[in-house]
């Protein structure tokens, strides 16, 4: 929570590159090649205005901006543009930036599009710089609770962070960086609050009630007292929740389960590692690559992977086989264009159609990894045993390949299935032998129980009511699984539900595993219970 005076800032997002022609297009790609420096200079100095307030890891955030100011395909791009059309630079750029940033805005994906606003972001920067405008700064004189539209990172690192009670934002996403950087500085914020910065005046009396996703104005003295007296003690209970959150969770009984982390980038895992992780329960590894123009080569998964294990060495980490498709697209792979495409060509059926590029580097950087790391290997989008058995078969003779290239991987890792298509989730006696662990993708349980698609907001309504279901399978599913002694955990939405933390704690499953900032409430949570 926070309480104090708004201050509304204006959205400086407008910005104009009309198309000029030069006779000098070398002058125009001097210019441009000249700007990177100076943009990749600004992203330092905001770095540093935020560096006395975050911590460290944070602050790497900076650096996926530096490497979009200098993402090779880009400038060549933009340089040939000018040179093919004896065009002004920041038109360029704009264009080549907007190709970009379209392509990422159309996958489905709150992720990427994240990732589309950063680039807008650095695209405003350069293009100013180009333009010769001073980078638009807005900055506070006194303490106070800023509504926006929206703002960026650079717009957030500029404002003197001693004054900045509080953040509210009209548009904006949970994933987004600015999101994760207020988040980490520990300041209360609000995003998608419905025209917020229009009917929020500077100077209103305000209060952030985050826990309850709400907005306070109009207070009388009373209220203000009230609001008061609560922050003050929510910040306490914050505070000793972060530092017991290092370490298992016990119930007073004693009994404990693994409280994991969903990680999809390194970000994720410096805060998997900040808020208390056991390890991390999700790594959905196609979140590290939607970005790119070209499939990661084994190389490349290897050195992914290897900095956010890095973050948290010591623990077990469970990491997902690549799960491209359905709302998740890339420019490398085609887009089939299928009609549900949820229940299409997605995960390890789009893997093995791609078996070379796609599936076998995986694999094989999984199996390099896990000599060094401990880990586990998560197949997504099991239907039948069919698919079990091609899996199995296909990391086998991974290892038998690389084994033969003197790799030495005498024992394979666990291998384990999410459990997120009903024929699986009804039918764990079919399953239960063959893998190693088990973990319930209840996002899309849910939407496969309800035919509910989960990216669709007009049905949306629908996949809270198949909770019910869901832990009566998983119910079900755990006491095979236990016969068996098998791991099974959750790794879905519904895995941070309190309301249904004494019953995974009576199933007695091994893990479950959510967004990293959910992790230190949670655990303070099964301490109190029996
Ligand atoms: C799920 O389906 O519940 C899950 C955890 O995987 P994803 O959300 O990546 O599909
Ligand atoms: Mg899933």
């Given at each position: 929570m926070a309480i104090g005076k708004a201050i509304v800032f204006e959205n400086r997002d407008k910005y104009k590159t009309p198309i000029k022609t030069t006779a000098n297009a070398n002058e125009e790609i001097n210019n441009f090649t000249n700007a990177l420096p100076v943009a990749i200079e600004k992203i330092e100095i905001l770095k540093r205005n935020l560096a006395i307030n975050l911590p460290k890891d944070e602050l790497e955030i900076f650096e996926s901006y530096s490497a979009m100011v200098n993402d090779p395909e880009v400038i060549e791009k933009t340089i040939s543009l000018i040179d093919n059309y004896n065009c002004n630079a920041d038109f360029a750029y704009y264009e080549i930036s907007k190709e970009f940033i379209e392509t990422l805005e159309q996958i489905d994906d709150p992720y990427l599009k994240q990732r589309a606003e950063d680039l807008k972001m650095i695209s405003k920067m350069i293009i100013e710089i180009l333009q010769g405008n001073k980078y638009n700064s807005q900055d506070l004189s006194s303490p106070s609770i800023v509504v926006a539209e929206k703002i960026n990172t650079a717009q957030l690192a500029e404002l003197n962070q001693e004054y900045l009670l509080g953040l509210i934002t009209s548009k904006g996403g949970i994933t987004d960086h600015t999101s994760i950087i207020v988040k980490a500085l520990g300041i209360p914020y609000l995003l998608e609050v419905k025209e917020a910065h229009q009917k929020i005046k500077t100077n209103d009396l305000l209060v952030i009630d985050s826990k309850n996703n709400c907005v306070h104005h109009n207070l009388n003295k009373k209220d203000i007292g009230r609001f008061n007296g609560q922050i003050n003690l929510d910040q306490k209970i914050m505070k000793k929740f972060m530092r017991d959150a290092q370490g298992e969770a016990f119930t007073k009984s004693g009994k404990t389960i693994n409280v994991l982390a969903n990680v999809g980038s390194l970000e994720d895992a410096v805060q998997a590692l900040k808020f208390g992780a056991?390890?991390?329960?999700?790594?959905?590894?196609?979140l590290c690559f939607l970005k790119r123009s070209s499939f990661p080569s084994e190389k490349t998964h290897i050195d992914t992977y290897t900095k956010i294990l890095d973050k948290l060495p010591e623990k077990t980490h469970t990491l997902r086989l690549l799960d491209f498709g359905s709302d998740k697209k890339v420019s490398y792979l085609p887009d089939l264009k299928e009609d549900n495409p949820a229940l299409g060509n997605r995960a390890l059926r789009l893997g093995f159609y791609y078996y070379k590029k796609l599936l076998k580097p995986q694999i094989r950087a999984f199996l390099k990894l896990s000599k060094l790391y401990k880990i586990k290997i998560l197949c997504p989008m099991i239907a039948n045993n069919q698919d079990l058995d091609q899996i199995l078969n296909a990391i086998k003779l991974e290892q038998k390949e690389l084994n033969h290239l003197g790799e030495e991987i005498k024992i394979l890792p666990p291998i384990g299935i999410m459990v997120e298509i009903p024929n699986v989730a009804v039918n764990p006696e079919n399953f239960i032998s063959k893998a190693d662990f088990f973990s319930f993708g209840t996002n899309d349980l849910a939407q496969f129980l309800m035919a509910a698609d989960r990216t669709n907001e007009d049905v949306s309504r629908y996949l809270a009511s198949a909770d019910h279901s869901i832990i009566h399978l998983i119910k079900n599913f755990a006491k095979h699984a236990k016969k068996h002694k098998k791991e099974i955990s959750i790794c879905g939405?519904?895995?941070?539900?309190?309301?249904y933390l004494a019953q995974f704690l009576e199933m007695n499953l091994d893990g479950i595993s959510m967004s990293p900032s959910l992790i230190p409430e949670i655990k303070a949570e099964i301490k109190l219970l029996d």
């Open positions: 056991d390890g991390i329960g999700l790594l959905r590894t196609e939405e519904l895995a941070s539900n309190k309301k």
